[in-house]
Structure formats: structure tokens, C-alpha cells
């Protein structure tokens, strides 16, 4: 399964971005997706992620704001952002997920998300 997220760009402080990560090939139903993100000078973080079956986790940081969800028919997976805030500022990236929690496969280029305040 190769992963390609977008979605992306520039948004003011309290604004809202939905962020696609479309697969391709035959194996995206059977997998989980998560979806992690990179600030200048900061370490990747887990944000959110969804099983296979559409159960959620989310850092707590972004509980509340942040929504993980997937479409299996049009593989892919969304990560809605609302009420985002400048420290949201980010590369995001989206990955493979298996069920025991271990993320595979390429980062990728990710999709840049800028807040302003």
C-alpha cells in the first residue's frame, strides 16, 4: 500500500483544514492509518489514528478539535482540523498502521500546515 497525503496550507489561527491520505493498492481496508506530524526543531508525534474498523485514538493535544476518519470505498483516510492553533504548525504525514499498533512504510513528503495567529 503506498500512502499520499495532502490537503495542506496556510490558515488563520481558529481556522479549519481537512487533510487527505489517499492509498493506493489492494490492502487499505485491512489496515490502520495514522496520521503523525513534524514542527521545525521537534521530534514526529503521533496525532491520531483509526483501526481498520474505524476505532479512533488521538494525542491529547488535539482532542476535541482534531477528527480521524476513513472512507474505505474511496481509500483514503481525513484528519479534519478545526479550531487550529499556531503550535499545529506542522509537516503532517500519514502512515500505515497495524493492529497491534506498529506504523509502516514510508513518511513520504507529508503536507505542510501553517497557523497563523
Known amino acids: 500500500v503506498q500512502l499520499q497525503a495532502s490537503g495542506g496550507g496556510l490558515v488563520q489561527a481558529g481556522g479549519s483544514l481537512r487533510l487527505s491520505c489517499a492509498a493506493s493498492?489492494?490492502?487499505?481496508?485491512?489496515?490502520?492509518i495514522s496520521w503523525h506530524r513534524r514542527a521545525p526543531g521537534n521530534v514526529r508525534e503521533l496525532v491520531a489514528s483509526?483501526?481498520?474498523?474505524?476505532?479512533?485514538n488521538y494525542v491529547d493535544s488535539v482532542k476535541g478539535r482534531f477528527v480521524i476518519s476513513r472512507d474505505n470505498a474511496k481509500k483514503t483516510v481525513y484528519l479534519q482540523m478545526n479550531s487550529l492553533k499556531p503550535e499545529d504548525t506542522a509537516v503532517y504525514y500519514c502512515?500505515?498502521?497495524?493492529?497491534?499498533?506498529?506504523?509502516?512504510?514510508?513518511w513520504g513528503q507529508g503536507t505542510q500546515v501553517t497557523v497563523s495567529s
Open positions: 483509526i483501526t481498520n474498523r474505524g476505532v479512533t
Open positions: 493498492g489492494s490492502l487499505f481496508s485491512i489496515i490502520g
Open positions: 502512515r500505515g498502521r497495524t493492529l497491534q499498533g506498529t506504523d509502516f512504510g514510508p
